[in-house]
């Protein structure tokens, strides 16, 4: 299995850029400022969230950060319904931006689990031992940094 070293190649990531832009376009020329503004920025937080706590270094703190974008994401899937219900959206436009919150969520959801399963606790270390600042954990968990820093 490949090693994801950066945020903007998770699946999950990738899809709740296309939510976003798509909310954006939906509802572009909506003159409810409240609802346009409230339903972009919950797009905005699924992939501003996953960003966070993929670079936040530390497995609990990339969980936390998760479960908030999984959130985000069921805000928008609400807020969708809202739309649909008041003639905001066209059924067509609901059944495709409801089905990428719905991915989004669910991709989320499977790599929460992942990430629980695995191993490795992140990269921030709170307590590192003072005699090697870069600790064992760092070189048995990522050993390409350890090399590069520290040898």
Not at 33 to 62: H, Y
Not at 109 to 138: M, Y
Request: glycine share 10%; aromatic share 10%.
């Amino acid at each position: 299995m490949a090693t994801i070293e950066r945020f903007e190649d998770l699946m999950c990531w990738q899809r709740s850029r296309e939510l976003t832009k798509g909310v954006y376009g939906a509802f572009k020329g909506l003159s409810d400022n409240g609802f346009k503004d409230q339903i972009q920025r919950a797009s905005v937080s699924v992939m501003s969230n996953i960003a966070e706590g993929f670079e936040s270094g530390t497995k609990n703190e990339l969980i936390n950060y998760l479960y908030i974008a999984k959130a985000s994401a069921g805000e928008v899937r609400a807020q969708l319904y809202a739309a649909l219900d008041i003639g905001y959206l066209n059924i067509e436009s609901f059944k495709y931006l409801n089905g990428l919150a719905l991915e989004c969520s669910k991709l989320l959801s499977s790599f929460i689990t992942k990430v629980k399963e695995g191993g490795r606790g992140g990269l921030q270390l709170k307590h590192a031992d003072k005699r090697d600042p870069a600790g064992d954990i760092i070189k048995e968990m990522v050993p390409e940094v350890y090399k590069r820093f520290y040898k």
